[in-house]
């Protein structure tokens, strides 16, 4: 499904953002591989800008899927080396697409499996959680190949066990990702293709 996305537009102010149907939004903090893990999905090696430098995703940017839906990049929270004002302007738009975006069928949350569920991390999820139109959140355990095997289902499992804190709430669900070694594409895509084919259904949905 990510496959062969294709690069729509980028948006700064909340008036530009385009006319969809539906769409997911890709965020997590600044140096979780959130570039590196949708370049990996997208089967694209500079379809997101992949940078050292923590917070180059400066803006949203909109990304086109095969199936007619589309792909949200937001800006990664966290640490950048960005002037205060500039780190101000994505707070909100960040905060203010995410809590009234109507077209928002779910979360594609990006965590370094080696950090995961940070406070800001927590932050996201209790915000979203707050939601008046409840949608559901994936989380990607990015780098899982700086793991032994072990060590990532250890991370897994308690990562499941903490997201009890939310999933009584909302859908929440986490796997392993790798973009390295290219694994979880397919586990990452069955989730995702769910949530487009539900928003579809509702669409057709004859009104009573």
């Not at 539906?22 to 997208?42: D, P, Y």
């Not at 990304?63 to 990049?73: C, E, I, R, T, V």
């Not at 989380?139 to 308690?158: F, G, N, V, Y």
Request: hydrophobic share 35%.
């Amino acid at each position: 499904m990510f496959r062969h996305a294709t690069f729509f537009t980028t948006v700064n102010h909340l008036q530009d953002l385009p006319q969809t149907s539906a769409e997911i939004a890709f965020v997590g903090r600044s140096n979780a591989g959130k570039s590196s893990a949708l370049n990996t999905l997208a089967g694209h090696t500079r379809l997101a800008f992949v940078s050292k430098t923590p917070g180059r995703t400066q803006h949203i940017n909109y990304f086109q899927l095969k199936n007619g839906g589309f792909l949200a990049d937001l800006p990664g929270y966290g640490f950048a080396e960005v002037p205060e004002s500039v780190r101000k302007h994505w707070v909100h738009l960040l905060g203010e697409y995410l809590k009234t975006r109507e077209s928002l069928i779910g979360l594609l949350l990006i965590m370094d499996c080696r950090h995961p569920l940070k406070d800001l991390d927590r932050q996201m999820l209790d915000f979203f959680q707050s939601r008046e139109q409840q949608q559901p959140v994936h989380i990607l355990l990015s780098k899982a190949d700086k793991l032994s095997r072990q060590e990532q289902m250890k991370t897994l499992a308690k990562v499941r066990k903490d997201l009890k804190t939310w999933s009584d709430n909302m859908p929440v669900t986490v796997q392993l990702f790798s973009s390295l070694k290219k694994t979880g594409i397919e586990e990452c895509e069955s989730i995702v293709s769910q949530w487009f084919q539900a928003a579809y259904s509702s669409c057709r949905q004859p009104e009573k």
